[in-house]
């Protein structure tokens, strides 16, 4: 689910007054998504990559729908928010693997896989300090929510998705973006780590 702050916040208000009418609860928009990225993966595995990218791109904008249609409709649970939180970091999980099966052209490193590491590396933990700070009781859920980071889940959802259709369509350098997603998140890790010891 894209967050309420900043620009991805504005976006998922925006989808939940529109979206209201969706027939299926935001539990079970959750879970499409997640099976929308299972597809995708499987896609990419199977050498059909734009079919994938296409798949991938229905899995982030359910992920950005569940919590719209849950808020706009009064919907919201803790179980929700739970489920919400696994299934973002599951569509980004599968993202990153399917990425093992595409050419990235990445001239600096003789194995993609460590930027890729490094990538979901700052992507969980981002999210794990924030929800471990609010678990032990060092921040309180609204501090817990308004932390600040550089590269929130929204954006970087949005740059990991033009990254791949850069890869995809063959442009040279789209792996220095990569890179940027990659260094920016671990900053926010890095950001968000400060923030909380403060």
């Known amino acids: 689910m894209l967050k309420s702050g900043g620009m991805s916040g504005g976006i998922s208000s925006s989808l939940g007054k529109y979206l209201g009418w969706v027939p299926l609860s935001p539990n079970q928009i ?10 995708g993966f499987a896609l990419f595995y199977l050498g059909n990559y734009w079919y994938g990218f296409g798949a991938f791109i229905l899995a982030f904008v359910l992920d950005a729908v569940d919590g719209a249609v849950a808020r706009a409709r009064g919907e919201t649970s803790k179980i ?11 569509v980004e999980f599968f993202l990153l693997l399917s990425l093992l099966f595409v050419p990235l052209g990445m001239p600096l490193l003789p194995d993609e896989v460590w930027i890729i590491s490094v990538l979901f590396f700052g992507t ?12 032990q ?24 998705m033009v990254f791949v259709f850069l890869a995809l369509y063959g442009f040279a350098y789209a792996w220095v973006l990569f890179g940027i997603i990659a260094g920016l998140s671990l900053l926010t890790f890095v950001q968000r780590i400060v923030f909380v010891v403060k």
């Open 80 to 90: 929700g928010g739970f489920l919400d939180g696994v299934s973002d970091r599951l």
């Open 137 to 160: 009781g060092v921040l309180s859920k609204e501090e817990a929510d308004n932390i600040p980071g550089v590269l929130e889940r929204g954006e970087r959802g949005a740059l990991l």
């Open 124 to 135: 969980c933990m981002t999210a794990f300090v924030k929800a471990y700070a609010n678990y």
């Open 30 to 39: 959750t879970v499409l998504s997640v099976l929308c990225a299972v597809a």
